[in-house]
């Protein structure tokens, strides 16, 4: 028969000649999160999470929804994107509401695709590989946007491209898949690297400029109307290839997927490749504590090494920057090439402040 017996505030139980570990308290954080849903799923973050005495219960939702949404009974917030976070944070202010803001890393939008169109963009000098040693066949590709959105401001086909001769016969136009860009924080991040590219390298600022050239950009832009979770489901199945050439991802979603590969096979998949646009655009998720108790979450994930250790073993660039030699280090130890860094002079697309990218979301598509 067991019996509970309590020692100075602690609980434990004892059967029978036996002295169990003590019942731990455990706080249970609710939060509403956005394609960073997969991080708390995963076993080894929840076990690190539970011997701190925490516990993530967590509904998911596009960015967009997360930033416009109730937050009555959440703890906290973890939109992938800064715009989603920017206007989270300004309506706290703006309400007099509590928040405070976490930055424990970022990711890189990416063009995933596959190896015969990224060589087919190569033939027409719009996709050059990035150097693989001792005669690998290369992972990474980087993508000049300028030449890319041309081709389907052309409304070329990759059948135009010659797709055919690398075996394939596709005559869908080339274009970039997103998700819906009611919702997904990707397909935003996209909107603005295309308004980047095609506004002379320099975001939009004024709201009027903005909508035209929303306008003028929205036939670049092809949305699945799925949540991007979706499009990452549809890129690594078996015929993935059959559907969309180039999806709009995220890198620590491709990299997590090669360490996977990689445990699975015993070498990495050669077929699937990452497209990086030249100016590169950062994804960068923010964990906001609405309430002093998720604070202790977000610290932890800035500042504890077991997290930080398995924050990069799922793909992610630790903030701050510079630390992310350790994503190198650890691709490199698995066996699994790692991209090119970025130059630090190198030009970085940036978004346009949220509300004028409300305002261009609003003028090429009608969100609920």
Known sequence: MAMALTVTGTVWLT???HLLLPFEQVTTLRG???SIS???EDPQVTRILRRHGLRVEASTAGSREVATGSLNGLDFVFPSGKSAADQIIDAREEAKEYSRNFHPFVSPLVLASFREYAETLHDRDVA??????GGEQALYYTLDMDKFLSLTQQHLSWHDLQIGKYGFDNHSLVAAQTSDICQSNSADSYLGLVAFTENHNAPPIESKSARVLARSISSLLLSLGSASDSLYTYYVDRNGINRDPIAVLYEHQYLAYQAEYRAAHGTVDTERVLLYPR???MSEPHFIALN??????????ETDPELRRRETQLGYQLVPS?????LAEYLNGQ????PQPSSREQTVARMPDWQVLEQMIATIKKCP
């Open 15 to 17: 059967m029978t000649g």
């Open 32 to 34: 509403r999160l956005a």
């Open 38 to 40: 997969d991080f708390f």
């Open 128 to 133: 050059y590989p990035q150097g693989a040693s």
């Open 279 to 281: 100016f590169p655009m």
């Open 292 to 301: 002093h108790k998720a604070d202790r979450l977000g610290e932890l994930l």
């Open 322 to 326: 510079g630390s992310d030699d350790a």
């Open 335 to 338: 066996g699994i090439p790692a």
